[in-house]
Protein backbone atom coordinates (compact mmCIF):
# COMPACT_ATOMS: atom_id res chain seq x y z
CA UNK A 1 0.00 0.00 0.00
CA UNK A 2 1.21 3.41 -0.90
CA UNK A 3 2.36 5.23 2.22
CA UNK A 4 0.98 8.37 0.57
CA UNK A 5 -1.87 7.41 -1.33
CA UNK A 6 -4.58 10.09 0.69
CA UNK A 7 -1.76 13.13 -0.26
CA UNK A 8 -0.53 13.00 -3.38
CA UNK A 9 3.35 12.49 -2.49
CA UNK A 10 5.32 9.66 -3.18
CA UNK A 11 7.79 7.80 -0.44
CA UNK A 12 10.56 8.32 -2.96
CA UNK A 13 10.22 11.91 -3.27
CA UNK A 14 10.17 12.59 0.48
CA UNK A 15 12.99 10.49 0.62
CA UNK A 16 14.71 12.00 -1.35
CA UNK A 17 14.10 15.11 0.53
CA UNK A 18 15.59 13.90 3.72
CA UNK A 19 18.90 12.54 1.63
CA UNK A 20 19.39 16.25 0.01
CA UNK A 21 19.17 17.63 4.00
CA UNK A 22 21.27 15.04 4.71
CA UNK A 23 24.31 15.86 2.60
CA UNK A 24 24.16 19.40 4.52
CA UNK A 25 24.70 17.79 8.26
CA UNK A 26 28.24 17.18 9.61
CA UNK A 27 28.49 14.27 11.39
CA UNK A 28 28.37 15.49 15.29
CA UNK A 29 28.52 13.45 18.89
CA UNK A 30 25.62 13.94 20.86
CA UNK A 31 25.61 10.80 23.22
CA UNK A 32 26.30 13.19 25.88
CA UNK A 33 23.22 15.11 25.30
CA UNK A 34 21.37 11.65 25.17
CA UNK A 35 22.09 10.62 28.01
CA UNK A 36 21.92 13.40 29.85
CA UNK A 37 18.01 13.49 28.88
CA UNK A 38 17.32 9.95 28.43
CA UNK A 39 16.25 9.53 31.65
CA UNK A 40 13.88 12.10 31.94
CA UNK A 41 12.22 11.34 28.64
CA UNK A 42 11.33 8.18 29.44
CA UNK A 43 9.19 8.75 32.83
CA UNK A 44 5.67 8.43 32.13
CA UNK A 45 6.39 8.35 27.98
CA UNK A 46 3.61 6.44 26.93
CA UNK A 47 4.60 4.17 23.72
CA UNK A 48 3.96 1.05 22.09
CA UNK A 49 6.44 -1.36 20.25
CA UNK A 50 4.82 -3.48 17.19
CA UNK A 51 6.20 -6.56 16.31
CA UNK A 52 4.62 -7.12 13.18
CA UNK A 53 5.56 -10.69 11.71
CA UNK A 54 5.21 -10.54 8.13
CA UNK A 55 3.74 -13.74 5.78
CA UNK A 56 1.28 -14.92 9.12
CA UNK A 57 2.83 -16.75 11.81
CA UNK A 58 1.51 -20.25 13.39
CA UNK A 59 0.59 -19.48 16.49
CA UNK A 60 -0.40 -23.38 17.04
CA UNK A 61 3.82 -24.04 16.89
CA UNK A 62 4.30 -20.93 19.34
CA UNK A 63 1.37 -19.30 22.27
CA UNK A 64 -1.19 -22.40 21.96
CA UNK A 65 0.04 -25.51 21.40
CA UNK A 66 -1.86 -29.14 21.11
CA UNK A 67 0.32 -32.08 21.67
CA UNK A 68 -2.75 -34.04 21.92
CA UNK A 69 -4.03 -33.55 18.70
CA UNK A 70 -2.74 -34.42 15.16
CA UNK A 71 -2.94 -30.82 14.34
CA UNK A 72 -0.28 -30.03 17.04
CA UNK A 73 3.03 -31.17 14.86
CA UNK A 74 6.67 -32.13 16.38
CA UNK A 75 7.18 -29.33 18.87
CA UNK A 76 6.11 -29.44 23.03
CA UNK A 77 4.83 -27.00 25.53
CA UNK A 78 6.73 -26.00 28.20
CA UNK A 79 6.10 -23.94 31.80
CA UNK A 80 6.31 -20.13 31.78
CA UNK A 81 6.67 -17.72 34.59
CA UNK A 82 3.24 -17.13 34.02
CA UNK A 83 0.21 -18.98 34.30
CA UNK A 84 0.46 -20.22 30.30
CA UNK A 85 2.62 -22.78 28.18
CA UNK A 86 4.23 -22.25 25.66
CA UNK A 87 6.73 -23.79 22.79
CA UNK A 88 9.52 -25.43 23.83
CA UNK A 89 11.32 -23.42 21.52
CA UNK A 90 10.72 -19.87 23.36
CA UNK A 91 12.81 -20.76 26.62
CA UNK A 92 13.79 -17.34 27.22
CA UNK A 93 10.24 -15.71 27.25
CA UNK A 94 8.98 -18.31 28.90
CA UNK A 95 11.42 -16.85 31.65
CA UNK A 96 9.69 -13.14 31.39
CA UNK A 97 5.94 -14.31 30.42
CA UNK A 98 4.56 -13.14 33.68
CA UNK A 99 5.11 -9.84 31.81
CA UNK A 100 2.93 -10.59 28.60
CA UNK A 101 0.02 -12.30 28.21
CA UNK A 102 -1.44 -14.25 24.79
CA UNK A 103 -4.73 -13.41 23.16
CA UNK A 104 -5.43 -16.82 22.28
CA UNK A 105 -8.92 -15.97 20.85
CA UNK A 106 -8.41 -14.18 18.05
CA UNK A 107 -11.30 -14.69 15.18
CA UNK A 108 -10.96 -12.30 11.69
CA UNK A 109 -11.89 -14.53 8.63
CA UNK A 110 -9.19 -12.16 6.71
CA UNK A 111 -7.09 -14.66 5.08
CA UNK A 112 -5.44 -12.69 2.15
CA UNK A 113 -2.01 -11.31 3.23
CA UNK A 114 -2.94 -7.91 2.06
CA UNK A 115 -6.57 -7.71 4.00
CA UNK A 116 -5.12 -9.50 6.80
CA UNK A 117 -2.47 -6.93 7.18
CA UNK A 118 -4.79 -4.02 6.52
CA UNK A 119 -7.43 -5.56 8.90
CA UNK A 120 -4.99 -6.16 11.58
CA UNK A 121 -2.90 -2.28 11.41
CA UNK A 122 -6.15 -0.27 10.52
CA UNK A 123 -8.56 -2.38 12.83
CA UNK A 124 -11.04 -1.64 9.89
CA UNK A 125 -11.92 -4.22 6.69
CA UNK A 126 -10.81 -2.89 3.57
CA UNK A 127 -13.57 -0.25 2.12
CA UNK A 128 -12.54 1.35 -1.12
CA UNK A 129 -14.47 4.67 -0.79
CA UNK A 130 -11.97 5.30 2.41
CA UNK A 131 -8.11 4.62 3.34
CA UNK A 132 -8.07 4.10 7.10
CA UNK A 133 -5.45 5.15 9.17
CA UNK A 134 -2.46 2.03 10.72
CA UNK A 135 -2.78 2.55 14.24
CA UNK A 136 1.03 3.51 14.76
CA UNK A 137 -0.70 7.23 12.61
CA UNK A 138 -3.31 6.97 15.14
CA UNK A 139 -0.77 7.12 18.27
CA UNK A 140 1.44 9.57 16.11
CA UNK A 141 -1.73 12.10 15.78
CA UNK A 142 -3.04 11.43 19.28
CA UNK A 143 -0.11 11.01 21.22
CA UNK A 144 3.32 12.48 18.75
CA UNK A 145 1.67 15.59 17.86
CA UNK A 146 1.38 16.74 22.08
CA UNK A 147 5.19 15.91 22.50
CA UNK A 148 6.53 19.54 21.70
CA UNK A 149 9.90 17.96 22.78
CA UNK A 150 10.15 15.87 19.99
CA UNK A 151 12.28 16.44 16.93
CA UNK A 152 12.27 12.93 15.04
CA UNK A 153 8.61 10.97 13.88
CA UNK A 154 6.40 9.92 16.12
CA UNK A 155 5.89 6.64 14.16
CA UNK A 156 9.02 5.09 13.03
CA UNK A 157 9.03 1.82 11.16
CA UNK A 158 11.70 -0.62 10.89
CA UNK A 159 12.80 -3.47 8.34
CA UNK A 160 9.26 -3.02 7.01
CA UNK A 161 7.16 -1.21 4.16
CA UNK A 162 5.29 0.17 6.34
CA UNK A 163 1.48 1.24 6.32
CA UNK A 164 -0.68 4.23 4.81
CA UNK A 165 -1.60 7.49 7.15
CA UNK A 166 -4.98 7.51 5.51
CA UNK A 167 -7.30 10.45 5.78
CA UNK A 168 -4.86 11.57 9.15
CA UNK A 169 -2.39 12.64 6.10
CA UNK A 170 0.94 12.61 5.45
CA UNK A 171 2.27 13.97 8.62
CA UNK A 172 1.17 10.65 10.39
CA UNK A 173 3.15 8.43 7.95
CA UNK A 174 5.94 5.71 8.97
CA UNK A 175 9.26 6.80 9.15
CA UNK A 176 11.30 4.04 7.35
CA UNK A 177 14.13 2.70 8.35
CA UNK A 178 16.14 -0.23 7.59
CA UNK A 179 17.84 -2.81 10.86
CA UNK A 180 21.20 -0.38 10.62
CA UNK A 181 19.01 2.62 11.03
CA UNK A 182 19.60 3.71 8.12
CA UNK A 183 16.54 5.82 5.63
CA UNK A 184 14.76 4.07 2.88
CA UNK A 185 15.68 4.71 -0.44
CA UNK A 186 17.98 7.56 0.70
CA UNK A 187 20.96 8.60 -1.20
CA UNK A 188 22.93 11.77 -0.20
CA UNK A 189 24.68 12.92 -3.72
CA UNK A 190 27.26 15.14 -3.99
CA UNK A 191 24.78 18.30 -2.50
CA UNK A 192 27.03 20.26 -0.38
CA UNK A 193 25.96 22.93 2.37
CA UNK A 194 25.86 26.24 0.50
CA UNK A 195 24.54 24.50 -2.88
CA UNK A 196 21.92 22.76 -0.44
CA UNK A 197 20.83 26.69 1.46
CA UNK A 198 20.00 27.77 -2.35
CA UNK A 199 17.99 24.94 -2.92
CA UNK A 200 16.52 25.43 0.33
CA UNK A 201 15.23 29.49 -0.65
CA UNK A 202 14.59 28.62 -4.70
CA UNK A 203 12.16 25.88 -3.15
CA UNK A 204 10.73 28.00 -0.60
CA UNK A 205 9.63 31.19 -2.40
CA UNK A 206 8.11 28.68 -5.23
CA UNK A 207 5.95 26.99 -2.12
CA UNK A 208 4.62 30.02 -0.75
CA UNK A 209 3.49 31.11 -4.19
CA UNK A 210 1.82 27.64 -4.46
CA UNK A 211 0.20 28.20 -1.36
CA UNK A 212 -0.87 31.63 -0.95
CA UNK A 213 -2.78 30.29 -4.86
CA UNK A 214 -4.79 28.79 -2.91
CA UNK A 215 -4.49 25.27 -5.07
CA UNK A 216 -5.61 22.74 -1.84
CA UNK A 217 -4.10 21.28 0.75
CA UNK A 218 -1.12 19.49 -1.04
CA UNK A 219 1.14 22.71 -1.24
CA UNK A 220 1.35 23.24 2.65
CA UNK A 221 1.63 19.76 2.89
CA UNK A 222 4.50 19.24 0.55
CA UNK A 223 6.23 22.30 2.22
CA UNK A 224 5.65 21.13 5.87
CA UNK A 225 7.09 17.54 5.19
CA UNK A 226 9.87 19.28 3.67
CA UNK A 227 10.93 21.40 6.45
CA UNK A 228 10.54 18.48 8.80
CA UNK A 229 12.57 16.55 6.94
CA UNK A 230 15.38 19.03 7.16
CA UNK A 231 14.75 19.55 10.65
CA UNK A 232 15.21 15.70 10.99
CA UNK A 233 18.74 15.56 10.16
CA UNK A 234 19.68 18.27 12.08
CA UNK A 235 18.42 16.59 15.55
CA UNK A 236 20.19 14.96 18.25
CA UNK A 237 17.69 12.58 18.52
CA UNK A 238 18.76 11.11 15.31
CA UNK A 239 21.26 9.48 17.54
CA UNK A 240 18.65 6.78 18.94
CA UNK A 241 18.95 5.41 15.41
CA UNK A 242 22.43 4.33 16.31
CA UNK A 243 22.82 0.77 18.11
CA UNK A 244 26.38 0.55 18.09
CA UNK A 245 27.03 2.72 20.67
CA UNK A 246 25.33 -0.17 22.70
CA UNK A 247 27.57 -2.63 24.69
CA UNK A 248 28.31 -5.37 23.08
CA UNK A 249 26.69 -7.51 25.66
CA UNK A 250 23.54 -5.70 25.14
CA UNK A 251 23.50 -6.11 21.18
CA UNK A 252 24.29 -10.11 21.98
CA UNK A 253 21.73 -10.53 24.65
CA UNK A 254 18.63 -8.58 21.27
CA UNK A 255 20.66 -10.82 18.65
CA UNK A 256 21.09 -14.61 20.27
CA UNK A 257 23.07 -17.13 19.50
CA UNK A 258 23.56 -17.95 15.73
CA UNK A 259 20.98 -21.02 15.13
CA UNK A 260 22.48 -24.28 13.35
CA UNK A 261 24.59 -23.88 10.65
CA UNK A 262 25.21 -20.23 12.30
CA UNK A 263 22.46 -18.86 10.39
CA UNK A 264 20.32 -16.34 12.02
CA UNK A 265 17.48 -16.29 9.34
CA UNK A 266 16.77 -12.61 9.51
CA UNK A 267 17.14 -12.85 13.20
CA UNK A 268 20.26 -10.22 13.68
CA UNK A 269 18.29 -7.97 12.04
CA UNK A 270 15.12 -8.14 14.63
CA UNK A 271 17.44 -8.01 17.67
CA UNK A 272 19.03 -5.05 16.23
CA UNK A 273 15.61 -3.46 15.21
CA UNK A 274 14.15 -4.21 18.60
CA UNK A 275 17.04 -2.62 20.15
CA UNK A 276 16.57 -0.09 18.04
CA UNK A 277 12.88 0.34 19.09
CA UNK A 278 13.72 0.56 22.82
CA UNK A 279 16.14 3.64 22.00
CA UNK A 280 14.17 5.00 19.92
CA UNK A 281 10.79 5.08 22.91
CA UNK A 282 13.26 5.94 25.34
CA UNK A 283 13.72 9.15 23.31
CA UNK A 284 10.48 9.92 22.85
CA UNK A 285 9.15 8.55 19.60
CA UNK A 286 5.50 6.90 20.95
CA UNK A 287 5.11 4.37 18.09
CA UNK A 288 7.73 1.95 16.54
CA UNK A 289 7.06 -1.13 14.40
CA UNK A 290 9.74 -3.77 14.06
CA UNK A 291 8.70 -5.76 11.07
CA UNK A 292 10.20 -9.76 11.12
CA UNK A 293 8.89 -11.43 7.92
CA UNK A 294 9.57 -15.11 6.86
CA UNK A 295 6.44 -16.22 8.37
CA UNK A 296 4.76 -17.88 5.38
CA UNK A 297 5.58 -21.82 5.95
CA UNK A 298 3.55 -23.54 3.31
CA UNK A 299 6.26 -25.53 3.62
CA UNK A 300 8.82 -27.44 6.19
CA UNK A 301 7.13 -25.62 8.72
CA UNK A 302 8.61 -27.49 11.96
CA UNK A 303 12.25 -26.76 10.57
CA UNK A 304 12.41 -23.45 9.52
CA UNK A 305 10.93 -22.64 13.14
CA UNK A 306 13.25 -24.61 15.25
CA UNK A 307 16.31 -23.51 13.25
CA UNK A 308 15.64 -19.78 11.93
CA UNK A 309 12.27 -18.17 12.64
CA UNK A 310 12.07 -19.23 16.71
CA UNK A 311 16.21 -18.91 17.98
CA UNK A 312 15.59 -14.94 16.99
CA UNK A 313 12.17 -14.45 18.25
CA UNK A 314 12.85 -16.20 21.60
CA UNK A 315 15.99 -13.89 21.89
CA UNK A 316 14.38 -10.47 20.78
CA UNK A 317 10.85 -11.06 23.06
CA UNK A 318 12.95 -12.05 26.18
CA UNK A 319 15.93 -9.43 25.31
CA UNK A 320 13.44 -6.24 24.97
CA UNK A 321 11.50 -7.04 27.88
CA UNK A 322 14.13 -7.25 30.12
CA UNK A 323 15.89 -4.84 29.22
CA UNK A 324 12.36 -2.42 29.28
CA UNK A 325 11.93 -3.59 32.73
CA UNK A 326 15.65 -3.05 33.68
CA UNK A 327 15.07 0.85 32.61
CA UNK A 328 11.56 1.13 34.27
CA UNK A 329 10.08 1.01 31.01
CA UNK A 330 7.98 -1.76 30.71
CA UNK A 331 4.61 -0.17 32.77
CA UNK A 332 4.74 2.54 29.68
CA UNK A 333 5.30 0.86 27.01
CA UNK A 334 3.16 -1.79 25.24
CA UNK A 335 4.78 -4.43 23.56
CA UNK A 336 2.58 -6.47 20.68
CA UNK A 337 3.27 -9.36 18.31
CA UNK A 338 1.03 -10.28 15.50
CA UNK A 339 0.76 -11.24 11.75
CA UNK A 340 -1.87 -10.42 9.32
CA UNK A 341 -3.27 -14.10 10.35
CA UNK A 342 -2.02 -17.43 11.49
CA UNK A 343 -1.43 -20.57 10.20
CA UNK A 344 -4.00 -23.66 9.66
CA UNK A 345 -4.22 -26.59 11.88
CA UNK A 346 -3.77 -29.34 10.13
CA UNK A 347 -0.48 -29.67 8.48
CA UNK A 348 -0.40 -30.74 4.58
CA UNK A 349 1.37 -32.37 2.23
CA UNK A 350 4.47 -30.14 2.47
CA UNK A 351 4.75 -30.56 5.98
CA UNK A 352 3.81 -26.93 6.56
CA UNK A 353 0.87 -24.99 7.48
CA UNK A 354 -1.89 -22.50 4.90
CA UNK A 355 -3.37 -19.74 5.30
CA UNK A 356 -5.66 -19.33 8.84
CA UNK A 357 -7.40 -16.65 10.18
CA UNK A 358 -10.32 -18.50 11.86
CA UNK A 359 -8.94 -19.02 15.44
CA UNK A 360 -5.43 -17.41 16.69
CA UNK A 361 -3.24 -15.81 18.83
CA UNK A 362 -1.74 -12.49 19.54
CA UNK A 363 0.88 -11.86 22.27
CA UNK A 364 0.66 -8.66 24.06
CA UNK A 365 2.78 -7.36 27.57
CA UNK A 366 3.97 -4.48 29.07
CA UNK A 367 2.26 -1.34 29.42
CA UNK A 368 0.91 -1.82 32.48
CA UNK A 369 -1.46 -4.73 31.59
CA UNK A 370 -1.80 -7.59 33.83
CA UNK A 371 0.75 -10.21 32.64
CA UNK A 372 1.19 -14.23 32.68
CA UNK A 373 -2.32 -14.62 31.18
CA UNK A 374 -3.71 -16.29 28.53
CA UNK A 375 -6.83 -14.70 27.28
CA UNK A 376 -9.46 -16.94 25.83
CA UNK A 377 -9.04 -20.70 24.17
CA UNK A 378 -9.44 -22.73 21.05
CA UNK A 379 -10.80 -26.06 20.96
CA UNK A 380 -8.51 -29.01 21.25
CA UNK A 381 -7.43 -29.49 17.68
CA UNK A 382 -7.26 -25.60 17.28
CA UNK A 383 -10.24 -25.43 14.58
CA UNK A 384 -11.96 -22.60 16.61
CA UNK A 385 -12.48 -20.69 19.12
CA UNK A 386 -14.19 -22.80 22.17
CA UNK A 387 -14.23 -19.64 24.46
CA UNK A 388 -17.21 -17.06 25.21
CA UNK A 389 -15.79 -14.20 23.40
CA UNK A 390 -13.67 -14.05 20.43
CA UNK A 391 -10.94 -10.73 19.54
CA UNK A 392 -10.64 -8.29 16.81
CA UNK A 393 -8.01 -6.71 15.73
CA UNK A 394 -10.53 -3.61 17.10
CA UNK A 395 -10.04 -4.72 20.84
CA UNK A 396 -6.21 -5.41 20.23
CA UNK A 397 -5.83 -1.68 19.61
CA UNK A 398 -8.16 -0.14 22.40
CA UNK A 399 -6.59 -2.35 25.03
CA UNK A 400 -3.32 -0.28 23.49
CA UNK A 401 -5.36 2.82 23.66
CA UNK A 402 -5.97 2.28 27.10
CA UNK A 403 -2.59 1.67 28.00
CA UNK A 404 -1.60 4.72 26.85
CA UNK A 405 -4.27 6.53 27.99
CA UNK A 406 -6.05 7.71 24.38
CA UNK A 407 -9.90 7.71 25.26
CA UNK A 408 -11.54 5.13 23.78
CA UNK A 409 -14.75 7.33 22.45
CA UNK A 410 -11.89 9.81 20.38
CA UNK A 411 -13.29 10.10 16.94
CA UNK A 412 -11.96 10.89 14.25
CA UNK A 413 -13.46 11.96 10.13
CA UNK A 414 -12.26 10.62 7.03
CA UNK A 415 -12.07 13.56 4.33
CA UNK A 416 -15.51 13.46 3.32
CA UNK A 417 -16.71 13.89 7.04
CA UNK A 418 -17.56 10.69 7.89
CA UNK A 419 -16.80 10.03 11.77
CA UNK A 420 -14.63 7.05 12.01
CA UNK A 421 -14.47 5.45 15.91
CA UNK A 422 -10.71 4.84 17.69
CA UNK A 423 -9.78 1.10 16.80
CA UNK A 424 -13.45 0.54 15.03
CA UNK A 425 -14.99 1.07 18.48
CA UNK A 426 -13.19 -2.15 19.62
CA UNK A 427 -13.55 -2.71 23.74
CA UNK A 428 -10.22 -2.95 25.95
CA UNK A 429 -9.90 -6.78 27.07
CA UNK A 430 -10.94 -6.41 30.35
CA UNK A 431 -8.81 -9.48 31.74
CA UNK A 432 -5.62 -7.27 30.71
CA UNK A 433 -6.92 -4.04 32.20
CA UNK A 434 -8.64 -4.28 34.46
Known amino acids: MNL ?59 WDLKPDSKNGGEFKPISTKGNLQISEHMPKTAAVMDNLSVIRAMSTREADHGRGRYYMHTSYIPNPTVVHPAFGSVVSYEVGSKRKDLEIPAFISIGGGGSSPGFLGMTHSPFLVDASGRINNADPGDVGPDRMEQRLRMLGS ?56 GMMGGGGQFGRSLLMARRLVESGVPFVEVDFGGWDLHANVFETLKNQRLPALDAGIAALTSDLKQRGMLNDVVLVWMGEFARTPRINQDVGRDHWANSWSVMIGGGGLKGGLAIGETDKDGLSVSSPKSYQPGDVWATVAHAMGIPLDTVHKSKNGRPMKLANGGTAIQELVG
Open 4 to 62: FTSSGMSRRHFMGHLAASAATIPALNFISHVKANAAELKKKQKACILMWMSGGPPSIDI
Open 206 to 261: VEDGFIRSDRGESGQAHKDVYLKAVNLMRSKQMEAFKIEQEKKEVVDAYSGAPAQG
